[in-house]
């Protein structure tokens, strides 16, 4: 999710001031996302630049409230109408990760496998108390992103299932003197001995 469409849906809920925006982004989201005030701020001041959202005169408190603009209103129908591509998501960590891992002399891929699965099944089990924790309808939004991070869960120990099923059946294939110096000058050594 965009830090700029996140608060364009929350000021189709109101005016609000920075602070404000923070404080709705994570209860909505059930504080998954940490937002920096900086970041607020910063995104605000891109989408008054790109006239998506107008600040208002300060309150008493000296906060400036911003309100969308009917393009911010154009530009977050466009953004709730468009499907999310696998393209724009950011890069699996963990895949990368474990390629370079297999690719690594000295990494005990294994190892890396069952620490990744027992912290994943350490954070499947806080979200599913989490989500068993309320059931009150204002909590659906919250229930909602668990259940995404419930799911995503699941499907990454299934993922590691897989990828520890592959490295039992991986053989690596020999060593090439090429790739090794030391073993050519060792062969050496031992034709001339």
């Not at 970041?39 to 408190?61: C, F, H, I, K, M």
């Not at 696998?86 to 891929?109: H, N, Q, W």
Request: hydrophobic share 40%.
């Amino acid at each position: 999710m965009s830090i700029r469409h996140g608060l364009l849906a929350l000021l189709e809920r109101g005016q609000m001031y920075g602070y404000q925006l923070r404080a709705a982004f994570e209860e909505s989201t059930g504080s998954t996302w940490p937002l920096n005030i900086g970041q607020v701020y910063t995104t605000l001041a891109r989408l008054e630049r790109d006239g998506l959202v107008r600040p208002l005169p300060e309150n008493e408190g000296g906060q400036r409230p911003y309100e969308i603009t009917d393009a911010g209103r154009a530009d977050l129908a466009l953004w709730f109408a468009t499907p999310i591509s696998r393209a724009d998501r950011p890069r699996d960590e963990l895949s990368i990760k474990l390629a370079l891992a297999l690719t690594t002399p000295g990494v005990d891929v294994r190892a890396v496998v069952q620490t990744q699965r027992s912290a994943t099944m350490r954070a499947l089990q806080e979200f599913t108390r989490l989500k068993y924790a309320s059931d009150k309808p204002e909590d659906l939004p919250w229930r909602l992103v668990l259940d995404a991070m419930i799911f995503q869960a699941e499907a990454e120990v299934r993922w590691l299932d897989h990828c520890e099923t592959s490295l039992v059946r991986h053989r690596p294939a020999p060593a090439r003197p090429a790739d090794h110096p030391e073993a050519v000058d060792r062969a050496g050594d031992e034709a001339r001995r």
